[in-house]
């Protein structure tokens, strides 16, 4: 009984620290062999040498009972160097040292209950290989230096007993995080610093031209101060986690940046969804296109919530095939996001192409090509993690890809994400008249220079004559609307000293630089970009 009762208290302590760290070792077939990844001291530095302790908890045995539990220590590609053939047709290697095996001459007697070691393992071996009998009346802890980084395993077999059970901690030299989730706390550092300095330049831009600012601006820069906050408290996360291990403080920390991860995404998407539907700039409203936006936008937040949880919890060498159902319903609701944001981007484009709105047609190519390079991205890593999963079975898979499975399955999702965000910041850049921009159509031209106002704004008649109008007083004209086209229809050299070309007056210029004065610019030393859209008046 006291023996059962030290076990659940060394595996109690073990689930309260750090679970990755420290697991359980019986007969079962699940735990009697046991591998972590390590890192060696000189590779991310730390207080202490790394190494693997095993306690077994001694038992209270009646008579003379010895009950013996053979235990080996090794680093994976050491493997072929456990166990010897009995002889030279013999198909499977002795593992164990029993009497049998002494009298065959494969072990000595001073061995017994030991494994087997291959005769030159010491030569050949990269790294030491531990062997011990362990008698469960006295035990000792046994402790495992790792001098170079690699895959370590510690197996264990009961030599005259099935019932047994220990733990074995795997003690990084830097702390208490995985071998495995160790790169994700300078990753989300480096991340944390370059959303900050998106956020500086754009704080920038956004103060000079803080009197017009468009509202899509003001989610854009809501959505980079976020960003900064979400990645700093996921590096915080995996930094309290490295010093402290997983106690409640990380569990509450965990919950509250799986929610902000979630959220992050499904506020993202949503609002990339409504710009590429022309929200705010084309469309003053999306009507009951609306709510469906938002119900997909909350789907998508519950299973980004549900995988934010679990890459979060597992560790890289123990995820499997099953991390798939959890992928799947993610990438389902972000493939809606994509196809959908894809088809409305491309609505959009055709719209402005027809009215000829050039300036705000190259804005929208620019996301258009955002958007699928991030698309042929993310299947392009989805089909090759379908062929890395596929050969996870392989016993060789995990001990060969432990140091950059986190990348796979976390990693190169927030460096698209990144790269998707900073390209969006740089197309919709504050820039000088914005608002004038955004509700302002361009003069629309045909190939020889006239104005074609049939082809502004919408097809009915009231529309056509108020851009008429518009026309007539950019040009400066009291004629009426009826000649317009009489005026416009006239050779294009008796013109040009009435109304510049749009077209030509934006080549090179930014999306929303539409001519207004501004402080902080060169804008009036130019000669003013408003007369592009809109004659001056004199």
Same mark, same amino acid.
């Given at each position: ?55 077994? @908890? ?82 000792? @802890? ?397």
């Amino acid at each position: 009984m006291k023996s059962w009762l030290s076990a659940l208290i060394l595996l109690g302590l073990s689930l309260w620290t750090v679970q990755a760290l420290e697991v359980k070792i019986d007969d079962t077939d699940e735990n009697r062999q046991k591998c972590a990844g390590m890192y060696s001291r000189s590779a991310w530095g730390g207080p202490v040498d790394p190494f693997i302790l095993t306690i077994f @908890p001694n038992k209270t045995i009646e008579g003379d009972d010895d009950p013996i539990v053979s235990v080996v220590i090794f680093e994976w590609k050491d493997q072929n160097l456990i166990g010897v053939y009995p002889n030279p047709d013999a198909l499977q290697k002795e593992l164990i040292c029993n009497e049998e095996n002494v009298r065959g001459g494969l072990c000595n007697d001073t061995d017994i209950g030991e494994w087997i070691l291959s005769s030159n393992a010491t030569e050949k071996s990269e790294n030491l290989i531990l062997t011990q009998a362990i008698h469960l009346k006295s035990t000792k @802890p046994i402790e495992y230096p790792i001098k170079k980084t690699g895959y370590f395993c510690i197996a264990a077999y009961g030599f005259n007993t099935e019932d047994f059970m220990g733990v074995v901690e795997f003690r990084e030299a830097y702390g208490e995080l995985p071998a495995t989730q160790i790169p994700k706390l300078p990753f989300y550092g480096g991340i944390t610093i370059l959303y900050a300095v998106v956020v500086v330049f754009w704080g920038f831009l956004y103060y000079q031209h803080r009197y017009d600012i468009l509202p899509v601006q003001n989610y854009i820069t809501a959505i980079l101060v976020f960003l900064v906050v979400e990645m700093l408290m996921t590096w915080g996360f995996y930094d309290y986690l490295n010093r402290n291990g997983s106690n409640v403080g990380a569990k509450v920390l965990l919950v509250v940046v799986a929610i902000l991860n979630a959220f992050r995404n499904s506020f993202s998407f949503f609002l990339l969804l409504i710009v590429c539907m022309g929200y705010g700039v084309v469309k003053p409203s999306l009507g009951k296109t609306m709510v469906y936006v938002r119900w997909l936008a909350i789907a998508h937040f519950v299973f980004g919530l549900v995988y934010a949880i679990t890459s979060l919890l597992i560790s890289p060498d123990t995820a499997g095939p099953f991390v798939l159902l959890i992928v799947l319903p993610l990438a389902g609701t972000l493939t809606a996001f994509y196809v959908w944001t894809l088809n409305s981007l491309n609505f959009t484009l055709k719209d402005l192409r027809e009215r000829k709105q050039t300036v705000k047609e190259a804005m929208y190519k620019k996301l258009w090509w955002c958007i699928l390079l991030s698309i042929l991205v993310i299947f392009g890593f989805f089909f090759f993690n379908s062929f890395s999963f596929a050969s996870a079975s392989d016993p060789d898979y995990v001990p060969f890809h432990w140091k950059s499975r986190w990348f796979v399955l976390d990693g190169w999702l927030n460096l698209v994400y990144f790269a998707d965000v900073a390209w969006v910041a740089y197309v919709w850049r504050p820039t000088a008249n914005n608002r004038r921009f955004a509700m302002s159509d361009e003069i629309a031209q045909d190939e020889d220079g006239g104005f074609e106002f049939a082809d502004v704004g919408a097809p009915d008649d009231s529309d056509d004559d108020e851009e008429a109008n518009v026309g007539m007083k950019a040009n400066q004209c009291s004629t009426p609307a009826t000649n317009a086209t009489g005026v416009a229809s006239q050779p294009s050299q008796s013109r040009a000293p009435k109304v510049e070309s749009p077209t030509d007056s934006f080549d090179g210029e930014t999306i929303f630089a539409v001519g207004e004065d501004d402080k902080f610019s060169d804008d009036e030393e130019e000669g003013g970009e408003g007369s592009n859209l809109v004659g001056k008046r004199k």
